[in-house]
């Protein structure tokens, strides 16, 4: 069956700290992995988008990891700010049906 | 280059009346997928659509629960004889055709039941 398993399922750190969001899945044939923002009230926004061939991925602050072979990502975000107070999503498709499988997603909140 | 478009923002209906929330895809993206979003909860998949075509609505609960993708103007969720259980956030996402490609989200639609 495919699933997508995020830890934790919230987060709560100081204003500057940095922390890694974990993804494990079970999605095969393994197409991408997306990690999404969704904002209080919003649509998610895609971060990143790594493929199989890819190990590590950034944008700004946000750094994502992927280990095909163990099928785990993570998401390194470093010197938080108050803004990072999110949802944080990860997103797996395969390579069949043009599916998408979603995360529960970890839900992040940083204090000043 | 306009994103996903879901309108309305915001939507409150009464219990048993029907509520119809619409979708227009980034221009050049034929794919439409529905999710719906409980409050503290997370996304949960309800129906995917291609430009006249239902592709799985594995997702959607069945009855009351409609979804169309015309040829021509936005793809449509219809839910009929709303109960105050189908309050919730309903977003939309459009992709091109591939998984390996845009998949992009709106910015959903609230339905709130009285």
């Known amino acids: 069956k495919n699933q997508v398993e995020q830890s934790p399922q919230s987060l709560i750190i100081l204003e500057g700290k940095n922390c890694t969001l974990q993804c494990n899945y079970t999605v095969s044939p393994f197409s991408n992995l997306r990690w999404y923002k969704q904002d209080t009230g919003r649509g998610p926004v895609s971060l990143t988008i790594?493929?199989?061939?890819?190990n590590t991925k950034s944008n700004g602050r946000y750094t994502a990891t992927l280990d095909a072979d163990t099928k785990q990502s993570s998401l390194h975000i470093t010197a938080s700010q108050l803004s990072d107070s999110a949802s944080y999503i990860c997103v797996v498709s395969a390579n069949t049906g043009n599916q998408f499988y979603f995360g529960t997603g970890t839900s992040l909140t940083v204090i000043p | 280059n306009a994103g996903v478009m879901q309108n309305p923002r915001h939507l409150v209906r009464r219990r048993g009346q029907e509520a119809r929330l619409r979708c227009s895809p980034v221009?050049?993206?034929?794919?439409v997928y529905w999710y719906r979003q409980l409050p503290e909860e997370g996304l949960k998949f309800m129906v995917y659509l291609q430009k006249e075509n239902i592709i799985d609505e594995s997702g959607m609960p069945k009855e009351r629960f409609s979804a169309e993708f015309p040829k021509e103007g936005p793809s449509i969720l219809r839910i009929q004889q709303v109960v105050r259980g189908d309050s919730a956030a309903y977003f939309c996402?459009?992709?091109?055709?591939?998984?390996?490609?845009?998949?992009?989200f709106g910015s959903g639609t609230r339905l709130t039941v009285v």
């Open positions: 996402a459009s992709s091109p055709g591939n998984t390996g490609s845009g998949y992009t």
């Open positions: 221009k050049g993206h034929s794919h």
């Open positions: 790594m493929t199989f061939s890819e």
